[in-house]
């Protein structure tokens, strides 16, 4: 795909200085811009990299004013970085405008779809299954008896949505992500071995709401794990059974959440973060990498550490820590001169 200065300048509402007809078929970074290829500049750190780059095209901020001589042509815009994030969302809607229903594919008769999907080979819609206008599901993709997608739904190759799974509208499920499995759920009995407790419950995915590749999370035991609007969940995580995830809370990798936990909105938590079942963390919390989370958290705490401490806290104790074998020398010279 091909386009022009004014083309771009077009979508992303911004003027074009120098010429307009230059086009460009590729993206780069601007200390390695190509002929034919469109970059942008709005780290100041990498201006130098603009008298020099030979990208077609240059993003920059409307107030820019070269010191040297450019051979890019610029589009000016209010924000640059805001301007080229613009670009490559547009870029991806219509590189991923895939239509039609291609072959093979497994449709229940029971299954409903709406208008302008695209249904890629060897995908499966079960019994019951709803899906809304716009959606695409890609290559390879299960979805179970009774479950809804709702409008504009992405979800990529290879995915899993099981049974009841309730997916909210502009939802984006990445390949091998794995809504609705099984939680975790077993009873000892009195020879040690384990019942399995049967998972009734569902996964409700509401709006906007953006699973990572290779996540699963595990349908209720009874009632509904529940990630609400705006929820971003990075690659492989682990959400346990009657989870609740607050909205627009952002998680990253490789974090465990265990059973019946209720997390609140707009938390920002780290990778590899262990957190216990059944506790409630509140608002604005924020939990750095690799902490291990074993108590209720109160609105707009910061923690840090395992067990987590409060983050400023964990930090005045981690001088003290690295600090242990220094000071273990000098109680042991203290106590042998006192010894002596």
């Keep these: 795909m091909k386009f022009t200065a004014a083309q771009i300048a077009g979508i992303l509402e911004g003027e074009v200085d120098g010429n307009p007809e230059i086009e460009v078929s590729k993206l780069a970074k601007i200390e390695e811009g190509v002929k034919g290829s469109l ?51 547009y870029y991806n809607q219509v590189k991923m405008n895939k239509t039609g229903i291609e072959q093979p594919v497994f449709i229940s008769e029971t299954a409903t779809y709406g208008e302008n999907i695209y249904l890629g080979a060897f995908s499966y819609l079960g019994d019951n299954v709803t899906i809304g206008n716009n959606v695409k599901i890609y290559p390879n993709v299960f979805i179970g008896d009774n479950a809804k997608l709702a409008d504009n739904v992405i979800v990529f190759a290879g995915a899993k949505i099981y049974s009841d799974s309730i997916i909210g509208q502009n939802c984006v499920i990445h390949s091998g992500a794995i809504v609705g499995a099984d939680g975790f759920g077993f009873t000892p009995n009195e020879k040690g071995e384990y019942t399995k407790v049967p998972q009734t419950g569902n996964v409700i995915l509401e709006a906007n709401v953006d699973i990572g590749a290779g996540t699963t999370i595990d349908r209720a035991t009874l009632g509904s794990t529940v990630i609400k609007k705006g929820v971003k969940l990075d690659n492989q995580i682990q959400i346990a059974h009657n989870v609740e995830i607050g909205e627009n809370t952002v998680i990253a990798a490789q974090t465990g959440i265990a059973g019946s936990t209720k997390i609140g909105r707009n938390c920002l938590i780290g990778g590899q973060v262990g957190i216990v079942g059944h506790i409630t963390i509140g608002d604005n919390v924020r939990i750095q990498a690799q902490s291990g989370i074993g108590r209720n958290v109160k609105d707009n705490e910061t923690l840090q550490g395992s067990p987590a401490l409060n983050y400023g806290d964990y930090n005045k104790s981690y001088v003290h820590f690295k600090n242990l074998p220094k000071t273990l020398e000098r109680i042991n010279n203290l106590e042998k001169k006192y010894n002596d």
Excluded: G, H, M
């Design 39 to 89: 970059t942008f500049l709005a780290n100041p750190k990498y201006t130098q990299f603009i008298y020099t780059t030979k990208a077609s095209i240059t993003i920059v901020d409307a107030n820019f004013v070269p010191e040297n001589e450019i051979t890019t042509t610029l589009i000016r815009v209010e924000d640059s970085y805001k301007a080229f994030s613009k670009l490559l969302d």
